[in-house]
Structure formats: structure tokens, C-alpha cells
């Protein structure tokens, strides 16, 4: 069925091919690509849109030795393929399985771990400069998407890659169109002369000539800068300091391979922008690269079918949604109230449930790019003037502008809310967007409020008690679906800093934060024990703490977040501070990364399951 790519296991072999080989090899990866992921489901779209870079990459440098760093990771696919990992594809993102983002243990094809975005040209350059401290010929190519360079720290390593002059390639894969689009052959043609060793020495030799005329070196400058700067936008990347070429078609194999073979021999940081198709070769997911850019298994026949709604409440509303249209609908009815609410996201629109919001409220609503941190404290300038922003955030990302929630808006006690989506385990995506650590690196803030619905309804009450603040507050939950609890339309603000009893039991009390309080419930069945549905991480509730300490002989703290310092610490810390003398078993994510992997298998492996809790506690009691 795949008369080349069966007997292509690592770039040595692809190599061996000739050029005239590799359109079928193409074609051929595209098909298995179309396979495979309609039966693991993962990312498509990126996957399809780079399998002719890809390709040329392996075959013009020498992979391993030269680096290749992808950014974010989720477009690899055809790179595991082609580098031994073709049979592992069926475990794609699954416990045991290979990951669906590059993993330095996983390969050594693998030159640095991704998932989050903007990192490649850093990476890539740090490894570029490693190798000219080493006097070694090796070269370092960072691959990076349009989207991607919104990150202001692709633009850090851009500044600084300029001056340091070590051999980096850094590729723009432009695959929206978003920066510029090709212009046919006249385009291909320039991009091959300017990578060409002709063009650079002949570039070099006329400096050489000129620098005795500084009027006149400037004046040349000035009129390669315009003259490339009618037929390419590279303007921008020439002032960084780089080799700009391009844009050309980044599905034409002859003219990917003629240039990249050229840019290799070259010196200097070079910068190769090419433009490709989201979804290429499958007629669906090219008609909508979105969709198809991550699935869950799917026919690959007839393409992805959409699922009937769960039920109606009558109202309009499904009757068993999702956390984060709960969320959606929230902020769609808020803003209705109040013309002060808005809505920002870092490039995370469909996925934070801010689609409806954005067509209902557009001049109210801002997709800031792939800048979490700009996105934090952009938010902090509009809080400054009166708004209330709300800041839609997946937990992993939020990570990422930790200075600008301390710095621009816990300090200022800005009224900033924060939806902090994909809390805890996130299943197939793994280590790099689990949302392990948010409860820890929160509650430590001053100024702030930390609430963990442990229901949907529970979920649309804690994010209008959060717009009632006047300062800082968060409000944290997990992917999917809750246990089903109906959403009241009408919204009431919570008490805050106040749990709640939800079964009285003896001598063990379970303290249940957010999603736990669930199997908390059916742990405490089975055991007789008293559950509290703790709802506030900060301030904690340390009166209910205090009275649950004089009555039973074990507090057992449960939560979905790292152990270290999360909820449970902050359990220990109020009985510490209250002079109570009681045991504590605190349970949550263990001190290590968790890989990927089914969402319900993976908190039972770590104890996080009713059964979990139940046998940890029995063995405490022994």
C-alpha cells in the first residue's frame, strides 16, 4: 500500500531516495497521515500542511547532527514518521505510547521538547552557538509557525540571534497567509539566486568595496533594502540581522530542496519564509483547516461528522455542557448586564469557549496573539481605566506570564478575573498542558481569590462571585464535563472564603477541592466519612478546617494539582496556625510529570478515583 514509505525508517534512508522519489513519498504520507490520526485522533491540519518541509528538511541536513527545532510540536507527526517512530503511530498521545509533541527521550531526532509556543529560535540559537564554541560545521534550524510569532519571545531570540552571527536557520511557516502571500515563480526564482553563494559573496564583496565610500555603502543599503522590500517582505527580518528569502511554495519540493540545499552552505543567521495550506491534500480538512486541526477519532471517508446535542434545557442551553461553555455562556450573559465586562484571550478562542461571546460582543471581546503575558497585562491597563476584563486562559499557558499576574496585577489589586481553563490532567496532550500547578502558584500571590468549582452550576456561580470582587481572582476548572449538575440561569454570589458540608460522617473527614469533590462523595459512602466541598483555595475556610479537626481523627485533603504546596499545604498551614493537632493525609498529583493518556485511567493512577481514595485511606488508618 505505501511502496516508499515502508522503506523509509530513518532520514539515512530517505536520503537514499532520489529526488524524483520523493512527490510519491509525499503523497504517501499524506495518506497514512489521513489513517492513522482518524484512528487515535490528534493534530491533522498542521501535520498535512508540512509534510513536503519535512521531507526536504531530512533530506538536505544531516539529522541528527544538525538540529532541528520544532515550535509548539503539534506539526511533527511526518518528522516521527520519518525518523523510526511510523509504528508507534497507533499509540499516538496514549499511555505507553509515543508523544504528540517532540520529546528529547523519546528520540534523538527530537533536539528539544515542545508544546508551548514560541521557544524554537531560541532553542535553535542557543544550539547554534553551542556549535561555534565548539568549532563545529553542525547547523540549527528553528521551524515556526505564523501564529507563533506573535510571541514576544520569538522576537527576543530574533533580536539577540542578529548579533551573536552563529549559523541559524530560522523558517517562517506561514500557513495562514497572515504575513504575506507568494507570488509565483518570479518569487521561487529570487528566493533560490538569494540563497545562492553568488548572491552573498557578491553581496559581501561589494561592502568590501564600498566601505572606503561610506556615503555610498549607505546609499546600496538603502536601495537592496527597497528593491527587496518591493518583491519581499523581509524588511523587518533584515533590520534583526538575519538573510531574509522568500516567500516560495512550501509544497513544491524542488524549490524547498534547491533553496534549503543552498542556505546550508551559507553563514549567518538566514531567514526562510514559506507559505502552506493548513490541511493539504485532504479535500475536508483543507475546506476547514480548524476543525481538523485536533480530532478525536474520526471516519476518515467521510470526515468528521457533527454529534447531536446531549438535550436541551429548554432554553437554548445543552443540558450537560462542557465546563468551558459554561463559562461561554456566562460572559455572553454578564456582558449583557454589564458593558464594563470583556473579553481576552491569548489565541485561544474556540478552545476557552469564547466564540459565541466574540460574535455577540466583537468590539468587547480581544484576541491578543500568542502573548500570555501582554495578554495579562493588557488586561491590568483596561482594569486601570474602569473595565472588567475577563482573562480566558488554558492553567499550562497561564504559567507563562507569571511575573505579569504578580507584578502588573496582584501588587495593583487590579479587579482582573481570570478563567482558568484545562485545570488539572488534560488526558492525551501530557506533561506540557496538564494544569498541575496553578492552585500552588496562586494561592501564594497576595491580593488574589482562588475558587475550584466542583460542579457546573457551582462553576457559572463562582465566575459572577469573581466579577462582584474588586480585586484579583481566579477561577479554576477541568476539561470536559462535570458530574451534571444543572445550571441555574440566575446567578448568586457565594460567600467568600466559605466551604460547605456535603456528608457527615465520623472520625475521617475528606476536604474536597473542585473536581474531586466527586469521588470524594462516593469514597465517603464507602467509608462513613465526612466530605466538604471546600470551593475556596484562598482565602481558605478555616473555621470549617477548625471544626472538622475537633471531630475526626484524619483530615484527608484531595485535589487535582501537585501536592507541593496546593490546597492540602494550605489545609496543614491553617491547622498549624490554629494550634490543631490532627492527621493529615494530603492527596493529589504526585512530584513527577504525568505523561499522556486517557483522563479517568490517568487520575486513577494516581490515586485520584474513588477506589484511589479509599484504599489510601484505609492504609492510613492501619
Given at each position: 500500500?505505501?511502496?516508499?514509505?515502508?522503506?523509509?525508517?530513518?532520514?539515512?534512508?530517505?536520503?537514499?531516495?532520489?529526488?524524483?522519489?520523493l512527490?510519491?513519498?509525499?503523497?504517501?504520507?499524506?495518506?497514512?497521515?489521513?489513517?492513522?490520526?482518524?484512528?487515535t485522533?490528534?493534530?491533522?491540519?498542521?501535520?498535512?500542511?508540512?509534510?513536503?518541509?519535512?521531507?526536504?528538511?531530512?533530506?538536505?541536513?544531516?539529522?541528527?547532527?544538525?538540529?532541528?527545532?520544532?515550535?509548539?510540536?503539534?506539526?511533527?507527526?511526518?518528522?516521527?514518521?520519518?525518523?523510526?517512530?511510523?509504528?508507534?503511530?497507533?499509540?499516538?498521545?496514549?499511555?505507553?505510547?509515543?508523544?504528540?509533541?517532540?520529546?528529547?527521550?523519546?528520540?534523538?531526532?527530537?533536539?528539544?521538547?515542545?508544546?508551548?509556543?514560541?521557544?524554537?529560535?531560541?532553542?535553535?540559537?542557543?544550539?547554534?552557538?553551542?556549535?561555534?564554541?565548539q568549532?563545529?560545521?553542525?547547523?540549527?534550524?528553528?521551524?515556526i509557525?505564523?501564529?507563533?510569532?506573535?510571541?514576544?519571545?520569538?522576537?527576543?531570540?530574533?533580536?539577540?540571534?542578529?548579533?551573536?552571527?552563529?549559523?541559524?536557520?530560522?523558517?517562517?511557516?506561514?500557513?495562514?497567509?497572515?504575513?504575506?502571500?507568494?507570488?509565483?515563480?518570479?518569487?521561487?526564482?529570487?528566493?533560490?539566486?538569494?540563497?545562492?553563494?553568488?548572491?552573498?559573496?557578491?553581496?559581501?564583496?561589494?561592502?568590501?568595496?564600498?566601505?572606503?565610500?561610506?556615503?555610498?555603502?549607505?546609499?546600496?543599503?538603502?536601495?537592496?533594502?527597497?528593491f527587496?522590500?518591493?518583491?519581499?517582505?523581509?524588511?523587518?527580518?533584515?533590520?534583526?540581522?538575519?538573510?531574509?528569502?522568500g516567500?516560495?511554495?512550501?509544497?513544491?519540493?524542488?524549490?524547498?530542496?534547491?533553496?534549503?540545499?543552498?542556505?546550508?552552505?551559507?553563514?549567518?543567521?538566514?531567514f526562510?519564509?514559506?507559505?502552506?495550506?493548513?490541511?493539504?491534500?485532504?479535500?475536508?480538512?483543507?475546506?476547514?483547516?480548524?476543525?481538523?486541526?485536533?480530532?478525536?477519532?474520526?471516519?476518515?471517508?467521510?470526515?468528521?461528522?457533527?454529534?447531536?446535542?446531549?438535550?436541551?434545557?429548554?432554553?437554548?442551553?445543552?443540558?450537560?455542557?462542557?465546563?468551558?461553555?459554561?463559562?461561554?455562556?456566562?460572559l455572553?450573559?454578564?456582558?449583557?448586564?454589564?458593558?464594563?465586562?470583556?473579553?481576552?484571550?491569548?489565541?485561544?478562542?474556540?478552545?476557552?469557549?469564547?466564540?459565541?461571546?466574540?460574535?455577540?460582543?466583537?468590539?468587547?471581546?480581544?484576541?491578543v496573539?500568542?502573548?500570555?503575558?501582554?495578554?495579562?497585562?493588557?488586561?491590568?491597563?483596561?482594569?486601570?481605566d474602569?473595565?472588567?476584563?475577563?482573562?480566558?486562559?488554558?492553567?499550562?499557558?497561564?504559567?507563562?506570564?507569571?511575573?505579569?499576574?504578580?507584578?502588573?496585577?496582584?501588587?495593583?489589586?487590579?479587579?482582573?478575573?481570570?478563567?482558568?481553563?484545562?485545570?488539572?490532567?488534560?488526558?492525551?496532550?501530557?506533561a506540557?498542558?496538564?494544569?498541575?500547578?496553578?492552585?500552588?502558584?496562586?494561592?501564594?500571590?497576595?491580593?488574589?481569590?482562588?475558587?475550584?468549582?466542583?460542579?457546573?452550576?457551582?462553576?457559572?456561580?463562582?465566575?459572577?462571585?469573581?466579577?462582584?470582587?474588586?480585586?484579583?481572582?481566579?477561577?479554576?476548572?477541568?476539561?470536559?464535563?462535570?458530574?451534571?449538575?444543572?445550571?441555574?440561569?440566575?446567578?448568586?454570589?457565594?460567600?467568600?472564603?466559605?466551604?460547605?458540608?456535603?456528608?457527615?460522617?465520623?472520625?475521617?473527614?475528606?476536604?474536597?477541592?473542585?473536581?474531586?469533590?466527586?469521588?470524594?462523595?462516593?469514597?465517603?459512602?464507602?467509608?462513613?466519612?465526612?466530605?466538604?466541598?471546600?470551593?475556596?483555595?484562598?482565602?481558605?475556610?478555616?473555621?470549617?478546617?477548625?471544626?472538622?479537626?475537633?471531630?475526626?481523627?484524619?483530615?484527608?485533603?484531595?485535589?487535582?494539582?501537585?501536592?507541593?504546596?496546593?490546597?492540602?499545604?494550605?489545609?496543614?498551614?491553617?491547622?498549624?496556625?490554629?494550634?490543631?493537632?490532627?492527621?493529615?493525609?494530603?492527596?493529589?498529583?504526585?512530584?513527577?510529570?504525568?505523561?499522556q493518556?486517557?483522563?479517568?485511567?490517568?487520575?486513577?493512577?494516581?490515586?485520584?478515583?474513588?477506589?484511589?481514595l479509599?484504599m489510601?485511606?484505609?492504609?492510613?488508618?492501619t
Amino acid at each position: 500500500m505505501y511502496t516508499l514509505l515502508d522503506t523509509v525508517n530513518s532520514p539515512a534512508e530517505l536520503r537514499a531516495l532520489s529526488r524524483e522519489q520523493l512527490p510519491q513519498l509525499a503523497s504517501e504520507l499524506r495518506e497514512f497521515l489521513v489513517e492513522s490520526v482518524s484512528k487515535t485522533g490528534g493534530h491533522l491540519s498542521s501535520n498535512l500542511g508540512t509534510v513536503e518541509l519535512t521531507i526536504a528538511l531530512h533530506y538536505i541536513y544531516d539529522t541528527p547532527e544538525d538540529k532541528l527545532v520544532w515550535d509548539v510540536g503539534h506539526q511533527t507527526y511526518v518528522h516521527k514518521i520519518l525518523t523510526g517512530r511510523r509504528k508507534g503511530m497507533g499509540k499516538l498521545r496514549m499511555t505507553g505510547g509515543i508523544s504528540g509533541f517532540p520529546k528529547r527521550d523519546e528520540s534523538p531526532y527530537d533536539t528539544f521538547g515542545t508544546g508551548h509556543s514560541s521557544t524554537s529560535i531560541s532553542a535553535a540559537l542557543g544550539m547554534a552557538v553551542a556549535a561555534k564554541l565548539q568549532g563545529s560545521a553542525r547547523r540549527a534550524v528553528a521551524i515556526i509557525g505564523d501564529g507563533a510569532m506573535s510571541g514576544g519571545m520569538a522576537f527576543e531570540a530574533l533580536n539577540n540571534a542578529g548579533v551573536l552571527d552563529a549559523n541559524l536557520l530560522v523558517i517562517l511557516n506561514d500557513n495562514d497567509m497572515s504575513i504575506s502571500r507568494p507570488v509565483g515563480a518570479l518569487n521561487n526564482y529570487l528566493a533560490k539566486l538569494m540563497s545562492g553563494r553568488f548572491y552573498a559573496a557578491m553581496r559581501r564583496g561589494s561592502e568590501k568595496v564600498l566601505k572606503g565610500m561610506p556615503p555610498v555603502l549607505e546609499f546600496a543599503k538603502r536601495a537592496e533594502e527597497h528593491f527587496k522590500g518591493m518583491v519581499i517582505p523581509g524588511t523587518l527580518f533584515e533590520e534583526f540581522g538575519f538573510n531574509y528569502i522568500g516567500p516560495i511554495d512550501g509544497h513544491d519540493l524542488n524549490v524547498l530542496l534547491d533553496t534549503l540545499k543552498n542556505i546550508r552552505k551559507l553563514e549567518g543567521p538566514q531567514f526562510l519564509h514559506i507559505v502552506t495550506r493548513k490541511g493539504k491534500g485532504y479535500a475536508l480538512a483543507e475546506e476547514d483547516c480548524l476543525l481538523y486541526h485536533g480530532v478525536s477519532k474520526f471516519d476518515s471517508s467521510q470526515g468528521i461528522v457533527s454529534k447531536p446535542a446531549q438535550g436541551d434545557s429548554g432554553k437554548g442551553r445543552i443540558a450537560r455542557p462542557t465546563y468551558t461553555q459554561v463559562f461561554g455562556q456566562w460572559l455572553c450573559d454578564i456582558a449583557a448586564r454589564d458593558e464594563r465586562v470583556l473579553g481576552i484571550t491569548p489565541a485561544m478562542c474556540e478552545g476557552s469557549g469564547l466564540a459565541q461571546f466574540a460574535e455577540q460582543f466583537p468590539d468587547r471581546y480581544f484576541d491578543v496573539g500568542i502573548a500570555e503575558q501582554h495578554a495579562l497585562t493588557f488586561a491590568a491597563g483596561l482594569a486601570c481605566d474602569g473595565y472588567k476584563p475577563v482573562v480566558a486562559i488554558y492553567s499550562t499557558f497561564l504559567q507563562r506570564a507569571y511575573d505579569q499576574l504578580i507584578h502588573d496585577i496582584a501588587i495593583q489589586r487590579l479587579p482582573v478575573v481570570f478563567a482558568i481553563d484545562r485545570a488539572g490532567l488534560v488526558g492525551a496532550d501530557g506533561a506540557t498542558h496538564a494544569g498541575s500547578f496553578d492552585l500552588s502558584y496562586m494561592r501564594c500571590i497576595p491580593n488574589m481569590t482562588v475558587m475550584a468549582p466542583a460542579d457546573e452550576n457551582e462553576c457559572r456561580q463562582m465566575l459572577y462571585t469573581a466579577i462582584q470582587l474588586n480585586s484579583p481572582c481566579a477561577v479554576r476548572y477541568p476539561r470536559g464535563t462535570g458530574p451534571g449538575v444543572s445550571v441555574i440561569e440566575e446567578m448568586s454570589a457565594l460567600a467568600v472564603g466559605k466551604g460547605e458540608l456535603r456528608r457527615a460522617g465520623r472520625q475521617v473527614a475528606i476536604l474536597a477541592f473542585g473536581s474531586m469533590l466527586a469521588p470524594a462523595l462516593l469514597a465517603g459512602e464507602q467509608l462513613d466519612a465526612t466530605v466538604a466541598n471546600m470551593r475556596f483555595v484562598k482565602p481558605l475556610d478555616d473555621e470549617l478546617v477548625m471544626r472538622l479537626a475537633r471531630d475526626h481523627e484524619l483530615l484527608v485533603t484531595v485535589e487535582e494539582n501537585t501536592v507541593q504546596g496546593g490546597a492540602g499545604s494550605a489545609v496543614a498551614e491553617s491547622l498549624l496556625q490554629q494550634g490543631l493537632n490532627v492527621q493529615v493525609l494530603q492527596l493529589g498529583l504526585p512530584d513527577r510529570f504525568i505523561e499522556q493518556g486517557d483522563h479517568a485511567q490517568m487520575l486513577a493512577a494516581c490515586g485520584l478515583d474513588a477506589n484511589g481514595l479509599i484504599m489510601k485511606i484505609k492504609d492510613k488508618l492501619t
